[in-house]
T-cell receptor
Framework: KAGVTQTPRYLIKTRGQQVTLSCSPI?????VSWYQQTPGQGLQFLFE???????NKGNFPGRFSGRQFSNSRSEMNVSTLELGDSALYLC??????????????FGEGSRLTVL | GQNIDQPTEMTATEGAIVQINCTYQ??????LFWYQQHAGEAPTFLSY??LDGLEEKGRFSSFLSRSKGYSYLLLKELQMKDSASYLC??????????WGAGTKLIIKP
């Protein structure tokens, strides 16, 4: 079966712009989590969605937001981009609710560069 | 606070054995995961430990000591394709995952 699909894979933005990233989970998975990954730091949890509801949120400013649709696809949005937002944004899906109720299946990520 | 420590980088020789350590301090514990991430690729699940002891899966084994806040990932018969980053993650009682920064493993012929 198809894995987790993230689009776009690469994008370049400038400071002050906004960006929307998309994630399609594995078919049948209803839980989607988002992470930010930067060199030298562990995965930083952004938020988790299950059945269109945000279940958990990490310690990121309000510029970072997300949502989940009825087909379990999820989007995250970052507004007023800053240089420090340059990172790999990873999406992970799982069968069960709760951020780590089971094994997470990751997409290959969207690499955002902010100039 | 929540803290997970693992070495930044390790080097090993093809065919050898390497042990990647992970120490953690978290409020509440509900399991420890190891993931493998090749450069430019998605992290993939390797192992899960919730009870003390060793879990073996082929060439890879993972060990956990909850009283010491310590885990290790043991890779045997190293192959060049094992060159990757290895991520340790602890699941807290509230099911939040705390991730280490990852250990970059370099395999030399």
């Amino acid at each position: 079966k198809a894995g987790v699909t993230q689009t776009p894979r690469y994008l370049i933005k400038t400071r002050g712009q906004q960006v929307t990233l998309s994630c399609s989970p594995i078919s049948g998975h209803r839980s989607v989590s988002w992470y930010q990954q930067t060199p030298g730091q562990g995965l930083q949890f952004l938020f988790e969605y299950f059945s269109e509801t945000q279940r958990n949120k990490g310690n990121f400013p309000g510029r970072f937001s997300g949502r989940q649709f009825s087909n379990s696809r999820s989007e995250m949005n970052v507004s007023t981009l800053e240089l420090g937002d340059s990172a790999l944004y990873l999406c992970a899906s799982s069968l069960e609710p709760g951020q780590a109720a089971g094994e997470l299946f990751f997409g290959e990520g969207s690499r955002l560069t902010v100039l | 606070g929540q803290n997970i420590d693992q070495p930044t980088e390790m080097t090993a020789t093809e065919g050898a054995i390497v042990q990647i350590n992970c120490t953690y301090q978290t409020s509440g514990f509900n399991g420890l995961f190891w993931y493998q991430q090749h450069a430019g690729e998605a992290p993939t699940f390797l192992s899960y430990n919730v009870l003390d002891g060793l879990e073996e899966k082929g060439r890879f084994s993972s060990f956990l000591s909850r009283s010491k806040g310590y885990s290790y990932l043991l890779l045997k018969e190293l192959q060049m394709k094992d060159s990757a980053s290895y991520l340790c993650a602890v699941r807290r009682s509230n099911y939040q995952l705390i991730w280490g920064a990852g250990t970059k493993l370099i395999i030399k012929p």
